[in-house]
């Protein structure tokens, strides 16, 4: 069971025990403030034992972090969390073999009940009321000790010299060292330190904590357990003493003849006896002094301090429920808070992606911006490109034209010259040329026949010419084509 980790343990409700009475009580409070506890004995009073023995069962230490699973969950504790949790100084002595021995023979007569030095080997019932509590609260809450709480150790007296002087400690470092040693495999430390721990889980969101539980109210000090500890302390106290003074007598044996050697004689008279005895009588009637109106007193005050502890336990389970209230509060924010980082992170990844597609988008539309600007270019660069064709070609129709009439007329009056001369020339040379001094003149149909293929050139010229730009207007095209659909897919993506 968890209750078994905090079965010894003591923790400190401040506002309660700083309005008491007792200027002692008072005063030994705000030295704890003063050094630096408060965040650690006085944090608000809650536990949660399935965690606190998931927790213990499997810790360990590596590298100077605790480690542990929780519910399923990994956790590690450092130091830094520790003391930023409470809030725990980090500056000053951070072992006990460190504590100045002049601090600690102050201390020795501070914390004493008859104004000499205690004996550090001794109980505590050599202190002042206010300094036993600070030895209970050393042992229980800080040092975590089994064993006996009566005694005085050098350990927690050098703790509680270090509150009582106000010498400077490094609690952080301490405290997350005691933590440590519960932990440790080999370690004879007992367990404790359950609020404090159950309130480092409570700081991992992913952690399932399981049902809180209400510190028991009988283990912090608040006025009404600090007057029931001195109550009993007192009645101890006195039992001790009558207990030594008891053993004393026994070991004083007297004899009858002692005794009434010890015993003066007196003569005695009846009117004496009379007188003491009526004497007696008026004695025991005012004792009685007494009696009933002391009795009426003390239950009266009996009553009243009933009543005002019953408040005082009322308001601190209000604080108590208060606390718990307040805890489940911050946890319930805490995974509010996680939803809406995990929702926010979720809407920035959206966000990106969206600026990632704009991106995309304004990029497409420049390039297709350009792509139109390309079409539109090659279009008028084609359009260019035929209109100088279809000039060209008209002009080379107009050639071919004036060719072609020059040759008809040229046939013509070739035709017409062969039938004049027909007549009067005598025997001709061969038709196939003409030789006129040392050159070859091609004859009138070889000239036609040059004329006549260059025609067919120049129209196959042409024609070519037209295929190839009709070849490159329609690979432009289906180019154009091939963009705007790759185009479209991409936004579609």
Known sequence: MASSLYSNAQHVDFESGLGMDDPGMVS????????????????????????????????????GVVFS????????????????????PVDGLGVL??????AIFDARSIVSLSGEQINLSGRKNQMKMPYRLLCDIVAKAISVKAGSFNAITVEKFSLMTAVVCGVKMNWAKFLFGVLKKMVAAKSKQAKGFAIQISLLLATFPAVELGEASAFPASKILSKKTVLRFVSIN?????????????????????????????????KRSLKKKSISSLELVEVAE?????????????????????FKSLSQEARQENRTLDDVQTIRFNEFRKHVLAQNASIFIGLADVRKEVDAIHAKVDIMASRLNDIQKDAEATKEAHSNQLFEFQSQAQENHNVIHAQLSELVDYIHRGRADKKGESGSRGPQQPAATQITGSA?????????????????????????????????AERDRERRRKEARSLKRRRKD
């Open 97 to 102: 073999s460190e504590m100045p021995k002049d």
């Open 286 to 306: 005012e004792a009685l002094l007494h009696k009933i109106e002391q009795n009426v007193r003390d239950s009266l005050i009996d009553q009243a301090a009933v």
């Open 28 to 63: 030994m409070f705000e030295a704890l403030m003063a050094s630096g506890l408060r965040g650690f004995l006085g944090c608000p009073a809650v536990v949660y034992e399935d965690a606190l023995v998931d927790f213990f069962e499997n810790a360990s230490v590596r590298n």
């Open 234 to 266: 007192d009645r101890d106290g006195a039992e001790e003493i009558t207990g030594a003074a008891k053993k004393k007598a026994v070991s004083k044996k007297r004899t009858a003849a002692d005794i009434e050697e010890a015993v003066p004689k007196k």
């Open 69 to 88: 699973t929780v519910g399923g969950q990994i956790v590690q504790i450092s130091e830094k969390l520790f003391a930023e949790t409470f809030e725990l």
């Open 440 to 472: 070859v003149t091609p004859t009138f149909e070889q000239r036609v026949q040059m004329a006549q293929r260059r025609i067919v050139q120049t129209v196959l010229d042409a024609d070519a010419n037209r295929a190839l730009s009709q070849e490159a």
